[in-house]
């Protein structure tokens, strides 16, 4: 598995950095956005790693009929 940072423009994402896939090779896309951008919407302190966690349950459990 590889992590590679994206930019999203004109409806597509483009990867900053050169990637090794064959051209039309299918790869599962996570979105992540950036956890400290979301944090300025939280009310108490809450840790960089407490939101990391809230967020990847979020994504994990959507769509499974779980809040």
Known sequence: ????????ENGVLKPLKRVNLKEGEKVTV??????LKLAGSVKRAV???????AYH????????GLP
């Open 57 to 64: 349950e979020y994504v994990l459990h959507r769509g499974k």
């Open 30 to 35: 996570v979105i992540k956005r950036d956890v």
């Open 47 to 53: 840790s960089v790693e407490e939101l990391e966690e």
């Open 1 to 8: 598995m590889e992590t590679v940072e994206a930019v999203y």
